[in-house]
């Protein structure tokens, strides 16, 4: 009998064997085969069914909600000898029908797991370790079921308590405004910001000089956060500082170095020194500063993130380990959007993404090219998006055909039409030039509807914004927009953009 028992043992520890070593080559040629169809880098937290089956993870930056203000329909902006995988991804989603699924608030990735038994968690290797997950099977004698597989798979791999992503709008759930800027919108008064780059110093002269010259012509002062990698004073101390001689001040929020742990304390850290103005943007790929460039950091979050973690803070009291806190600090959330480099139609896109996430308003980068600017304002109106935030529009007067040649090809998301560079090109007083470039766009985005607000970007020459908004006419122009007690309105209407005709002006620049 003994013998008969220690037979039957070593047979199932056979078979066991056998089992584990079955599923060790079923994991170890799933992970081959997701490499090889999705080029998957094997994250175990995989968007793939969203992302119409290219893996977010191959963008230059491992974006995982949408592009970098540089996307653009030839190449990717960091490495311009690869195409953009967000664009990618948004051809093939179109093509599929599938774009809306695109507007999901995906969550930050976890920290990197041990290579070994990342394998493990491939779209496919789950199925052979967990008994769920889509099966290679399937996708030769039954797609239907394959499809329905991924998708099961994508609900279990998004289901993150702590995050709690979604694809709706969320309005802000408070009444007053939190923000003198915000106030001034909501009464649907014209609002102009300057854009103004830190002191390298620790003196707040420069600061104190450019309020009082403006004070009375601007409403608020936009403090950067260490712009292109050059070491400066930090936008919070700034923006105290502006509070203290008397113009409100915007703080940027760049990803840059930031994990999201560092990103919500200095948010909580600004509204108790009371700056109540948050600009969320992704960070600047180059880099001015002559040393050498820094090691990579954390690449915690991207701005959909940041706006998604901070409204939750501000609306739900949730912070970002899913907490809940005993007081809410209180914030205008805006976002920087890229109108002009890619398509209208993906742009609009990735604005509504920002918008449903928490941005109440969108600081444009610097628009020189009316038409596209346009192109996206229709954009934004066939998905209904006008007037739930306010727009606030970007204008850089270009100091010379140099500077102006520098924006089109060096910052991300900046557009020039060829007919400014050659008019820059042989102008006899380029900054002079300059200045009259940006009094004509001034005088187009004057005649457009649901345009919020001017922002005056001029870092290091921002004694230029008075001058601006003197010769044209800003402190007195009503914008042609709906007051309402709310953050914009709920739905937008027809006739979003030009009336330029009305006033005598061409439709298109």
Not at 23 to 51: H, P, V, W, Y
Not at 320 to 337: I, N, S
Not at 430 to 458: D, F, M, S, T
Request: net charge positive; with cysteine; hydrophobic share 35%.
């Amino acid at each position: 009998m003994w013998q008969r028992l220690a037979t039957s043992f070593q047979r199932i520890r056979a078979v066991e064997a056998w089992r584990q070593a079955r599923l060790c080559l079923e994991r170890m040629l799933a992970n081959q085969i997701d490499r090889a169809l999705f080029k998957c880098q094997s994250c175990g937290q995989c968007l793939l069914f969203q992302t119409a089956f290219i893996c977010p993870l191959t963008c230059t930056r491992e974006l995982r909600n949408g592009p970098c203000r540089g996307s653009n329909p030839h190449h990717c902006f960091i490495k311009p000898t690869r195409a953009c995988t967000w664009h990618l991804i948004y051809a093939r989603a179109e093509r599929q029908g599938a774009m809306e699924r695109l507007l999901e608030v995906n969550a930050p990735r976890a920290a990197p797991v041990n290579r070994s038994k990342a394998s493990v968690d491939t779209p496919h290797a789950q199925r052979c370790q967990h008994g769920y997950g889509p099966r290679l099977l399937d996708r030769l004698i039954n797609p239907g079921r394959y499809y329905t597989e991924w998708e099961e798979y994508h609900n279990r791999q998004r289901a993150l308590p702590w995050w709690r992503g979604d694809s709706r709008y969320h309005p802000p759930e408070y009444s007053e405004p939190a923000s003198q800027l915000e106030d001034r919108l909501r009464s649907g008064k014209f609002a102009i910001s300057v854009e103004v780059a830190p002191p390298m110093e620790p003196t707040g002269v420069r600061i104190a000089r450019l309020a009082e010259q403006l004070e009375g012509h601007v409403d608020t002062f936009n403090f950067t956060d260490n712009p292109r990698g050059v070491a400066r004073m930090g936008g919070l101390a700034c923006a105290i500082h502006s509070s203290a001689n008397g113009i409100e001040p915007v703080l940027q929020i760049q990803t840059r170095y930031r994990d999201r742990y560092n990103l919500e304390s200095e948010v909580v850290g600004a509204h108790l020194a009371g700056v109540h103005n948050i600009l969320c943007m992704c960070d600047d790929t180059g880099r001015l500063g002559p040393g050498p460039p820094p090691m990579p950091g954390p690449a915690d979050l991207d701005t959909v993130q940041a706006l998604w973690m901070l409204r939750r803070l501000r609306d739900e009291g949730v912070n970002v380990d899913g907490l809940q806190v005993e007081h809410r600090p209180r914030y205008f959330l805006g976002a920087v959007v890229s109108p002009c480099a890619t398509l209208p139609r993906y742009a609009a896109l990735i604005t509504q993404k920002k918008i449903n996430a928490g941005a109440q308003f969108l600081q444009t980068l610097p628009i020189f090219d009316l038409s596209r600017f346009c192109d996206w304002m229709e954009a934004l109106d066939k998905r209904d998006l006008l007037g739930k935030a306010y727009l606030i529009v970007a204008v850089e007067p270009p100091k010379n055909a140099n500077h102006l040649r520098f924006l089109a090809s060096e910052v991300p998301g900046v557009v020039v039409p060829s007919g400014l560079h050659a008019r820059m090109a042989y102008s006899r007083d380029p900054y002079e030039e300059g200045i009259q470039i940006a009094l004509e766009i001034i005088a187009g985005l004057k005649g457009l509807r649901w345009v919020h607000g001017l922002h005056i970007h001029a870092p290091g020459r921002e004694e230029v914004a008075l001058r601006l908004v003197r010769e044209s006419g800003l402190r007195d122009f009503t914008p042609q927009v709906e007051s309402e007690s709310g953050n914009g309105r709920d739905k937008a209407g027809s006739d979003p953009v030009l009336q330029l005709a009305t006033n005598g002006l061409p439709t298109r620049f």
